[in-house]
């Protein structure tokens, strides 16, 4: 395994992992005390988080073998090379387990608080019960040559396939309704931060060794960057440019008034307003 030539790059290195790993995790807040405070979940969508539980958990399955795993590990460098470096670092493995907690959370309020007229939709369903049952087809065919490297590059491609169709529900929603009211922009704003500082840590360790093998070598955490920040982009555009401070419409059916509310705030003998 290799070493690092610069240790002013190996210590940027870990900055900007740990600065990745607190943008994407701080992110999950802003939309959970949201939920919390409004006591409900309408404008964020269903699918949107049932998908990103399915994600985050792909991914979490990756990163933890690759990290921790030391026949993972040698499968990689038989394949790459000795001379390189393990391309998943600490702050990886820690949002991925951070990620599955806080979605977990999510999609516990969204069982307790007020969904309106919003289902998990037949599509996600199916989508999500194909990825776990592709996995465990792919599990029953690398078990008998122990091809656990090819097993866990499964896994990151299906954490790559789901975080390309997670964002796809929420910018819709927000399309059909014509706002981005239920949808936390801090999390957006934090979740491009953390695309970013992701590209970015693996750009200074590609300086670092002069190869750009770690990109390639793990597409995965390459290709999440990107789809972050372009999705981000397009909820940044719809929020302060398309649908700017305009609140969805609502439903009567979710609207209750008691007695007392509909009755007048001043009354008087003589019928005066």
């Not at 870990?14 to 990745?20: A, Q």
Request: hydrophobic share 50%; with cysteine.
């Amino acid at each position: 395994m290799a070493s690092w030539n610069s240790i002013q790059l190996e210590i940027t290195y870990r900055v900007l992992g740990w600065l990745t790993f607190t943008f994407w995790a701080v992110g999950f807040y802003p939309q959970v005390f949201l939920n919390f405070r409004r006591k409900s979940v309408v404008g964020l969508s269903i699918d949107f988080v049932v998908l990103n539980w399915t994600k985050h958990s792909s991914y979490l399955i990756y990163n933890a073998s690759l990290y921790f795993s030391s026949a993972v590990q040698k499968q990689y460098f038989e394949k790459y090379g000795f001379g390189e470096m393990i391309p998943v670092a600490a702050n990886d493995v820690a949002f991925s387990v951070h990620a599955v907690f806080v979605t977990s959370i999510i999609l516990f309020q969204i069982a307790i608080y007020e969904r309106g007229s919003q289902r998990v939709s037949k599509i996600a369903i199916g989508i999500v019960f194909g990825v776990w049952l592709f996995a465990a087809v792919c599990f029953l065919v690398a078990l008998p040559t122990h091809s656990w490297l090819w097993l866990i590059s499964i896994f990151n491609s299906i954490q790559v396939f789901m975080t390309v169709i997670k964002y796809t529900p929420q910018a819709y929603m927000n399309f059909i309704r014509k706002s981005t009211d239920g949808l936390s922009i801090f999390f957006i704003l934090l979740d491009l931060s953390g695309g970013v500082g992701s590209y970015a840590q693996m750009a200074v360790q590609s300086i670092d060794q002069d190869s750009w093998v770690n990109f390639y070598g793990n597409i995965g955490k390459t290709l999440l960057s990107l789809i972050c920040v372009s999705f981000d982009l397009l909820f940044i555009c719809q929020h302060y440019v398309l649908y700017p401070s305009k609140k969805a419409l609502i439903s009567p059916k979710m609207i209750t008034a008691s007695k007392e509310d509909l009755e007048p705030l001043v009354s008087s003998d003589n019928h005066q307003v």
